[in-house]
Nanobody, 119 residues
């Protein structure tokens, strides 16, 4: 059973930064999604197994950066210039696809971590 353990969520002021981490029990294509109350789960960013290819949703391109440390089997999401509308539960995802860019690429989900951006 694949385990994804997320950390780094919390409360931050608008304009601030936050870094999420997700430790995986194996090497997979990894990604991040989020879900705000009353909204569908939204793809944010994906990275392939080597870390050489990344994908981003237009809504976060230029503000969020995905990266991975394969020695630690950990993927990161660095978030900058945060806005109140970024408030959501953020989910780590893993899959056997080449790269994750939509929910159907995901085989495993993390438990989610809350990010709240205050105005």
């Amino acid at each position: 059973q694949v385990q994804l353990v997320e950390s780094g969520g919390g409360l931050v002021q608008a304009g601030g930064s936050l870094r999420l981490s997700c430790a995986a029990s194996g090497r997979y294509a990894m990604g991040w999604f989020r879900q705000a109350p009353g909204k569908e789960r939204e793809f944010l960013a994906g990275v392939n197994r080597s870390g050489g290819s990344t994908s981003y949703a237009d809504s976060v391109k230029g503000r969020f950066t995905i990266s991975r440390d394969n020695a630690k089997n950990t993927v990161y999401l660095q978030m900058a210039s945060l806005k109140p509308e970024d408030t959501a539960v953020y989910y780590c995802a893993a899959g056997n696809a080449y790269i994750i860019f939509k929910a159907s690429n995901v085989d495993y989900w993390g438990q989610g971590t809350q990010v709240t951006v205050s105005s």
